[in-house]
């Protein structure tokens, strides 16, 4: 039997899971991403109990565990440190991981030869037997579906939707790797305007974050690890001795954006998109990794069940992730929202509401997103 052939741009965390999924459907895969090589910034990710399940399934979950440390989710304290929610014991875990380490991963489950390095898709065209794209150099690349994944800036977006400007979320995050021991817990701290996250990773290090509410475009000028030795200033243990751990160097400063959900259809004819490109959601939940994947894993599945009609097997995968990936970027967005009050008089009610929250409703609200089993579209009981 002839393999079919698919075109993805992007080779990120998004367009490396489509790869995989298409490649196990019986797809051949042609990867176009405009780099030159791999490289994969952004400090850590946290993988959720969602996201690790979709990583089953394209067949990579034992590789990342391998690379990755479990952690579960610690305590939310207050800046002073006492405990606005405790942690929570009967959350599944997830796996914490460098960005760096992820993408070696994913880049070693795709087919090899699979990526094109340094090809930019400026735009495709559609016929009723395939698609064609255009690469930047002047090349077509012909393929008989596209899937576009080339992040919350698409380009190829644009070209089917026209301009839509990013909604930037009123907050900027600050993100590093640092050679500190934090045990195996994970944990936030919210203050008034501004919030600080520790993540565990393996081999005594740790992914740490922090996030102040700002108008977009600032500039650290002395420097990100400075900046935020200021601004975390008297916060509880080890936050300042986390900061002072950090390489100047390595502090990575971001305004945070997503859009308002998009309805479908997410393409046209035999393109589809996936990821930040067609989800983009802030990361308050730790989830746009976790959607890109989840995502991939749908696709190959419809395309599986559907291989005769690549048109409605593209719409059915959009139909069946639509409402996830919207519920997760408004869930987030309000989770955001709550978290970065910054007046004392909304931080003080916040925090007591936090404090009396049930546990079972907490547990109800996580499970849906964590609980959540793309193979079955289902969350598990
Ligand atoms: C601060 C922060 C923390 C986060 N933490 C988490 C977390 O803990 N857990 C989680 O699940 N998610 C997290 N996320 C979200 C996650 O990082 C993203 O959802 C995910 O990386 C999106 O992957 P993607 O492949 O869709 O897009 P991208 O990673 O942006 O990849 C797009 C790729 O397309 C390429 N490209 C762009 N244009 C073209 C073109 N014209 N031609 C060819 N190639 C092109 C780019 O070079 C890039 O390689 C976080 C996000 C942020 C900002």
């Known amino acids: 039997m002839t393999r079919r052939s698919a075109l993805v741009v992007g080779a990120g965390i998004g367009g490396l899971s489509?790869?995989?999924?298409?490649?196990?459907?019986?797809w051949t895969v042609r990867v176009l991403e405009r780099r030159a090589r791999s490289v994969a910034t952004g400090a850590g990710l946290t993988l959720a109990a969602n996201a690790m399940r979709a990583l089953g399934e394209l067949g990579v979950a034992a590789a990342v565990r391998k690379v990755g440390t479990p952690f579960t989710l610690g305590a939310l304290r207050r800046a002073d440190g006492r405990v606005l929610m405790d942690a929570d014991a009967s959350m599944p875990q997830g796996v914490a991981v460098r960005r760096s380490d992820l993408h070696d991963v994913l880049q070693?489950?795709?087919?090899?030869?699979?990526v094109t390095w340094s090809a930019s898709v400026d735009a495709f065209e559609t016929t009723p037997e395939g698609v064609s794209v255009r690469l930047g150099d002047g090349r077509t690349i012909e393929g008989e579906l596209l899937v576009v994944a080339d992040g919350l800036r698409s380009r190829l977006r644009r070209r089917m939707y026209g301009?839509?400007?990013l909604r930037y979320a009123g907050s900027t995050v600050w993100r590093a790797l640092v050679p500190?021991?934090?045990g195996s817990l994970s944990s936030e701290t919210w203050g008034c305007g501004r919030r600080f996250g520790i993540v565990p990773l393996r081999d005594g290090w740790a992914y740490v974050f922090a996030v102040e509410v700002t108008p977009s475009g600032g500039r650290d000028a002395e420097g990100g690890r400075r900046a935020l030795i200021k601004r975390f200033a008297g916060w509880h243990d080890p936050i300042a001795e986390l900061i002072h751990a950090a390489d100047d160097d390595a502090v990575m400063r971001d305004d945070l954006y997503d859009r308002p959900p998009l309805r479908t259809p997410w393409g046209q004819g035999r393109v589809t998109m996936l990821g930040d490109a067609a989800h983009p959601t802030t990361p308050n939940l730790g989830q746009g990794a976790a959607q890109a994947m989840e995502s991939a894993v749908m696709l190959g599945r419809v395309l599986q069940e559907r291989p005769d009609d690549v048109v409605l097997a593209l719409r059915r995968y959009e139909a069946m992730r639509a409402p996830r990936t919207a519920m997760i970027t408004r869930t987030s967005a309000r989770f955001g929202w709550l978290a970065q009050r910054s007046s004392p008089v909304a931080c003080a009610l916040r925090d007591a509401l936090l404090q009396r929250t049930p546990s079972p409703w907490r547990e109800r609200q996580l499970a849906a997103i964590l609980g959540y089993d793309v193979t079955t579209d289902r969350i598990r009981p």
């Open 180 to 182: 500190f021991d934090v």
């Open 163 to 165: 301009s839509e400007p």
């Open 108 to 114: 070693d489950a795709v087919p090899p030869g699979s």
């Open 18 to 26: 489509a790869a995989i999924a298409l490649a196990n459907s019986g």
